[in-house]
């Protein structure tokens, strides 16, 4: 039995009792389990079968050296989405040729140094954009390997704040933008068209709008060839949602499919770039009980160590996530309002959630933790940011260390 599952009662991960994780390194700690993590990323490779392809890991979404190292010994590339995420994707042992630099606002100073790296692509979102990575190779003489983000204005049906593929979004280059360089970009000769990427949003729970996505992609490959440009690739991002309350998400082969259905006829290899899907489900938050006080005839607040600083996810989107008691106390079960520690009303972990009877001292695993989770951490109440263990054939280490107060001091005087 591989990741999160319980025996005697006690959760474990790959057969480590989560207790002595916990009892070890304190908490708030995030635990992940690094059979998870190659099963979620193997699922979703095989899924392509044949076709060429190549899924180049999100970093946005868990940027842990150990776990991208991980991935990449497993055959990931990367999607870096800031000059910094290329750094850390080279100190995981990513080679530039197989990372991807995407985002919607790169510094000149992160182009700088981005071009003359020989990337796979920088994923360009605007004309200008374009114009400043040509200057940037014009003059180092070089070429710049380019892929053009197109807004394909296509809803996600995602949560407003992590959707991206609508036209109010600040995301991409405009169609017409983009059928407008058509005409021009094969005669720059600082530049080298590669690919036409397209991400609508995060967490998307039905094929149809990414298959609508790829569809498009396919016909602005047509377009090209028409005039004279072949691409090398099409990358369709990255998106697939996960499951965060047992509801339906499609399966890593509809999803390949509804993709494949779309591009095949390219014959073009398929860039993806996951990061949730992967990463999510192998990652829990462990956190303690620190207080319980009354909150109203129905229900008490339960008051964990861990919060919006270490998991920012439930308020930012108001987004979900299972808790679970570790070793859940015998009695009748009651509803708890689950808050972190942090000086704001909106740092609430868990809604009104039936669970064992709790005493202060208890352990609660808030599940999915892996994306977005301890990527987004901060030092906000000056938290430190919350270690970090991986699990790997029944054995666990430490993978970033607690941070300690002299860690979080460093850089001021
Ligand atoms: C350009 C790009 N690619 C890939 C991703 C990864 O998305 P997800 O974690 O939903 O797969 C994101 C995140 O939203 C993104 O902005």
């Known amino acids: 039995m591989i990741g999160f599952s319980r025996a005697a009662q006690q959760l474990v991960c790959d057969g480590v009792p989560l207790p002595a994780i916990a009892e070890a390194e304190g908490t708030p700690v995030y635990v992940y389990s690094a059979a998870v993590l190659r099963e979620r990323y193997r699922a979703i490779d095989d899924a392509f079968g044949d076709y060429p392809h190549r899924l180049h890991y ?11 190292r991980t991935l990449r010994e497993l055959g990931s590339a990367a999607d870096a989405n800031s000059i910094w995420e290329i750094e850390l994707a080279r100190k ?30 920088i994923n360009v979102e605007s004309v200008g954009e374009l114009a400043r990575v040509e200057a940037i190779a014009s003059r180092l003489g ?6 053009l983000r197109v807004n394909p204005d296509i809803d996600a049906k995602s949560h407003p704040h992590i959707s991206t593929g609508l ?4 995301f991409g280059l405009p169609l017409d933008d983009v059928r407008e360089l058509f005409a021009t970009i094969g005669t720059r000769p600082s530049l080298q068209l590669v690919a036409i990427h397209v991400h609508i949003g995060s967490q998307i729970t039905t094929t149809e709008p990414l298959a609508r996505s790829a569809a498009l992609v396919r016909d602005l490959v047509g377009e090209l060839r028409e005039c004279g440009i072949a691409l090398e690739y099409v990358d369709l991002g990255g998106g697939l949602g996960i499951s965060y309350d047992g509801g339906a998400v499609p399966s890593a082969a509809d999803y390949a499919a509804a993709l494949l259905n779309e591009v095949r006829a390219t014959g073009l290899p398929i860039v993806i770039e996951p990061g949730r899907a992967i990463v999510g489900p192998s990652g829990v938050l462990l956190s303690r009980v620190i207080d319980l006080k009354p909150r109203n005839a129905d229900s008490d607040f339960a008051v ?24 859940p106390r015998p009695g009748q079960q009651r509803q708890y309002e689950l808050v972190g520690p942090i000086c704001e009303s909106a740092d609430v ?3 009104d959630r039936m669970l064992a009877p709790l005493a202060v001292g208890d352990l609660i695993a808030i599940r999915d933790a892996g994306a977005y989770g301890s990527a987004m951490a901060s030092n906000y109440n000056r938290h430190p940011l919350p270690a970090e263990v991986l699990v790997d054939d029944g054995r666990w280490r430490v993978i970033r260390r607690r941070q300690s107060i002299d860690d979080m001091t460093l850089l001021e005087s």
């Open 58 to 68: 999100a970093l946005k979404a868990n940027s842990t050296l150990a776990l991208a």
């Open 92 to 121: 995981a042992g990513f080679a530039p040729p197989d990372i991807v630099f995407t985002g919607v606002g790169k510094s000149p100073a992160e182009l700088e140094c981005a071009v003359p790296l020989g990337l796979k692509a």
């Open 142 to 147: 070089r070429t710049a390997r380019v892929a």
């Open 167 to 170: 036209k109010i979004n600040k």
């Open 304 to 327: 964990l160590d861990a919060g919006m600083a270490e998991l920012m996810r439930p308020a930012l989107y108001g987004a979900y996530h299972s808790v679970e008691v570790v070793t």
């Open 349 to 351: 972990v868990a809604r």
